[in-house]
């Protein structure tokens, strides 16, 4: 590596600690990463409370609706998706772990890689103390070489410093508790998001708070992305556990 290589990946672990924002640091993480490492698209999504699915996603060279995609679909024929409940932080190339041969002829190749022009990616597995946090990945499309020995190398110099971010971020959120009215005010909810808010933390469904607000299904996603971006959580069950009913 060179000394400039080495100054980057300073940056970078700079900006993991640093950038206040869970979605602005993933971005510049992300877009970081690209002067070490040659990519054509990346993903990083963060995990459930529960550690059971993916969610949030925050993307570079992908639209937001692919990147729900995955969350939504692909998740359930993505052949490596076990490695995210083996508790391990880990870097892997997903050539290292099916062949060619098989990985090719897989629903999820021809669903996600194909469909991209994708046919390479570098993985980062992030856990803490076997908790699984989130998943960033890199992706490069057909014609090119698949991802060296040194880029495994420098995803892995900073999985540590990201899984304790993480880590820290999830231990905050479980950590703040908030009347309803408190937190009305505290990330500053419109009327609509506020009706929204106490039916999530009141068990309503999704067709109840529609009906109740005049408002599409698509409008009442709108409304809780707001709520998610403006509280800095990434789900429901999130939103429950901070908020005193």
Not at 47 to 66: F, R, T, Y
Not at 130 to 157: N, P, T
Request: overall charge negative; charged content about 30%.
């Amino acid at each position: 590596m060179e000394t400039n290589d080495w100054i980057l990946l300073n940056s970078i672990v700079y900006k993991i600690h640093y950038i206040e924002d869970i979605d602005e640091m993933r971005e510049a993480v992300m877009k970081m990463l690209g002067k070490l490492i040659d990519y054509d698209a990346s993903t990083f999504y963060l995990a459930s409370c529960d550690g059971s699915k993916l969610e949030h996603p925050v993307g570079i060279g992908l639209s937001n609706k692919e990147l729900e995609k995955y969350s939504s679909i692909y998740i359930e024929f993505d052949y490596a998706s076990g490695i995210f409940s083996s508790g391990k932080n880990i870097v892997y190339r997903e050539s290292d772990i099916i062949s060619e041969e098989e990985r090719i002829k897989t629903k999820f190749y021809k669903e996600m890689y194909d469909t991209n022009e994708w046919h390479y990616s570098l993985e980062l597995n992030l856990s803490f103390n076997e908790r699984f946090l989130g998943a960033l990945s890199l992706y490069r499309k057909k014609g090119k070489k698949d991802f060296s020995g040194q880029d495994v190398f420098l995803l892995d110099m900073i999985k540590d410093n990201m899984a304790l971010r993480l880590h820290q971020y999830y231990e905050k959120l479980g950590s703040r508790r908030f009347s309803l009215s408190e937190y009305i005010d505290e990330f500053d909810l419109t009327h609509q998001e506020s009706v929204v808010l106490e039916g999530i933390i009141t068990g309503k469904d999704s067709k109840k708070l529609c009906d109740e607000l005049y408002i599409s299904g698509n409008t009442l996603k709108k409304h809780m992305n707001n709520i998610y971006k403006k509280a800095g959580v990434n789900s429901k069950l999130q939103l429950i556990q901070q908020v005193r009913v």
